[in-house]
Structures are given as structure tokens and as C-alpha cells.
């Protein structure tokens, strides 16, 4: 009697264990598929920042009685139409400053020529030592390879642009609507013994990603509007532009701020024009940069995802290291999640 | 007369039984205390939300002291309700306090408790079919359908205060013969 209750047991505990096994390769296979397909994979982010930045409005028409499908339609129709003239508005006035820049372009390559040629010079003079290694064409040779590289990757940065625009709207109508069937039908994969801890889990994470994506472009969008309004009142040109590039990049964990203020910092450099404005624009992103950090990021970001900032960075490296920009930018998600199952799992076996 | 009368409860009898057949899962959750003040139309949205869970004989739906997050409806099948013996020392097996059926429903405890700990264990000893309805799920409705939310909770509150003075009696009557006894 007692060996055909282990018997059963052993079947049991076997089959379970294939039905983890089941969901855990379903579940890789269908994020290694998004992964990959970098078409799919950039409108599937678009779509899940904007499942949790709209569910609440579409939980609100829920609550007066509509109808989900219907909120879900009001609700994406009502972000893509505004979003579409805001983004005209905000694109047309960033082609506005693009065509400006590529006007002043050959006289800024011509300064970045002259400087590099005054940089060798005074090197020369202070430095006595003989080289024959000519910095000029290098630096040309370099910003040939590099606009070649652009030209090569030009089209499918189009084309996924393109399907992004597509996708993104009908992925995010979808999960507004499906997302709790969809992580039902998930769920309903996991074996009996571990189905409360995998809802519980999945649960977590859907709070903490909601959390950290709302903070994030709360975030981002104070760093864009200290960014106007401190390029505005020195009196920066492309301010719009300048602000927008600050306020996405900031995104980005630790590389966004540098890269989004760079451009910032390299106009007065590069136009003799606007050199005055070099240490009115090194102060403003410095300052601005301390107050994302001491301020902005510790009250908005650092609370929610509750991880050492030593883990962060490392998970930033691997990140970037594994996935270059969407890793980074995918990263510090991914660790918060990491961090949820293994507190659940460490958590049940210590209980 | 009384024939007619049986005849008529056959009848409903049939017409429920048939509708059970065509959908186990609304019927149970119509069937259910806590969902018994919901229409026609709280029930299919509540039956998009459950989870339907199928179970063999000999497994665990949850065990005692392990932490839920909810209570189980029976849809088909049977499940035995344990605790472990009373003395600390004892080998034997767990004690089997009930045996639920279709219908029927427990763990709802964990719906309304932070970091609940399963006070018994429960054990499929037929295949079953068991309707899961969980604590952050009870929580969505609230969210997204007060009206319901308010019902379901209202229900649970009665459901738990029943248990609560059935509990308290128990413990009267036990105290009220060790009073006797002395």
C-alpha cells in the first residue's frame, strides 16, 4: 500500500515537474523569439510602457460601466491621435532645428577641421617630441567610417521605425484589452503545487514594472523640462531639440545623461557663435544631472526598485554588454524581476 | 399531488443538472454563498477571472502552515481537509476533519488575511476539478468593478462571520461541559 502511495507520488511530483519544465521553455522560447526579433522586440517595449501607463484609464471606463474592449479602444485611439499631432508638432520642430544644424553643418565641420588643426599645432609646439602620426586624417578617417556605418544602418533604423509605428498601436489596443486573459492562459501552465507562488510572483512583477515605468518617464520628462527651460533662459539655439535628446536619453540608465548632454556641450565648442554659452551649458547639465541623481532618481526610481546601487550598475554592464542599448535600457527591469523570484523562491524554502 | 411535486423537482433538477454539464464552472460559481448575489452578467465577467485547476487523486492543493493567497471552489470531485495529530510526538497520520465535495469551497481565509497561513492541509483523494479565486483577483474586481467588488466582500464578511459563530458556539458548548465535568 505504502509503495503504490510513493509510486503515485513519484508520477505526481514527475508530471508537475514537466509542466514547470513546460512553462519555463514556453516562456524563454516567447521572450528569446521578442529578443530577437529586434522588429517585434522594440514595439513589444512600446506597448507594455504604454499597457501600464493607460490600463488605469481603461480600468476607469471599466468602472462606469463600459465595456473593456470599449475602453481599450477610447483609450489607445485617444493617446495615438494627440500623441500623432504632438509628435508632428514635436518632429517638425526638431526637422526645424535638424535643418538649421545641417545649414550651419559645413561651417561647424569646417571649424571642427580648423580646431583639430590648431589642437596639432599647439601640441606640437608644446610637446617636442617628432611623430608622424597625422591626427586630421584620422579624425577624417574616422568620421568617414562612422557615416558609412550610418548609412548602412540608416535602413533598418527606418524599418523599424516603421513597423514600430505599425505595431505599437495594435500590440498596446491588444494588451490593454487581453493582458489579464493572456497572463491567465501563462499561468494556467504551471504545475498545481507551484500555481499560487507563480500568480503571486507574476503579480509582483506586474507591480513593480508598472511602478518603474511610470517613475522613469516621470523622470524623464522633468529632466526635458529643466532641460528647456534652462537652454531657453541662456538663450541656447535648437533648444527643443536639445531638451527632447536630454529628456529621451535619460531613459537610458547611467550612459542616457551623458549622451543627452553631449550634444549640449559640443555646440559652443564646435560654433564659435555660441562659445560663450560653454560654461552656462557644462554648469546646466551638471546641475541638472545632480539633481536627477540626489533628487529626482532616489525620491521617483530607487524606492521602487529596491536594489543595491552596486546590482544596478552591474546589471547596466551585463546589460549592455549582452544587448548594447536595449539591454541597457531593459537591464534594471530585468534585475527587479530576478530579484522578486529569487526573494519568493529563497523566501518559500526558508519558510 | 405529491407526485406532481417530486415530478416538477425532477424536472429542475434535470434542467439544472444539464446546465452543470454545459458549464461546470458558472454553475458551481452560481451555486457558490459568495457569489450567490451576483446576476447573470457579474458571473460571466467573474468566470473570465478564476482560475479552473484540474487535480488527480493523491495531490496537495495547499499544505498547512505553507502562505496562500486564496480559496478553492470545488467544481467536481472530492478534497479532505487534514491536520496533523495533536501530540507532538505522534507518528500517526493526519486526521481527516471533513470531506468537501461539489460545491463546497475553503481556504477563503487568505482572501482576506496579509501573509495567511494555511491552518490545515487539503488533499484531492478523486479527480478533481477546483475553481481558484485569489486574493489580488478579488482585489482587480474591486479595482475595476466596486459594485462587485462590494458584493463579493459583503458575501465573504457574512460568510466569515458565520464561521466565526459557529466556531464561538463550538467553544461555548466545549467550555460549558468542562465547567459540568469540574
Redesign the interface.
Known sequence: MESRLSDRDAILRSKANLRLLFLTATSLTLFSLIVITTNLFIPFIFSITLYFLLNPIVNFFERQGYSRILGAFIATATFFAPFTIISYSVISMAIQDLASLETSLPQLATNTHNWIIDFEARLAEKIDITYDINITEYVVDFLESLSAIFIQISPNIVSNTLWALILTPILTFFLLNDALSIRNAILNLSPNRFFESSYEIAHLIEDKISSYIIAKIIEALIVGLLALIALGVFGFPYSALLALIAGVTNIVPYFGPIIGFAPIILIPILDPQYAHLLYPAILMSLTINVIDLALIFPILVSKIIDLHPLFVLFSVLIGSHLGGPLGILVAIPIAAIIKIVLMQVLGAGLK | MRREKIRQESIWKDFFSAEREKNPVLAALKENALFQDLNSFELRYLE??V???K????????QQ??????MYIIAKGLVDIKIPPKAKNSDGEEAVITTLNRGTFFGEQALVEAEAKRTATALVTEPSVLI?F?K?DLM?IV????SLGIKITMQLAKVLGKRLKQTTDRLSEFAAKSDYGK
Not at chain 2, 502552515?65 to 486564496?70: A, C, L, Q, S
Not at chain 2, 479595482?143 to 466596486?146: E, F, N, T, V
Open positions: 473570465r477571472i482560475h479552473i485547476r487535480y488527480e487523486a493523491g495531490e496537495f492543493v495547499f502552515n505553507e502562505t496562500g493567497i486564496g481558484a485569489l489580488p482587480d479595482h475595476r468593478r466596486p
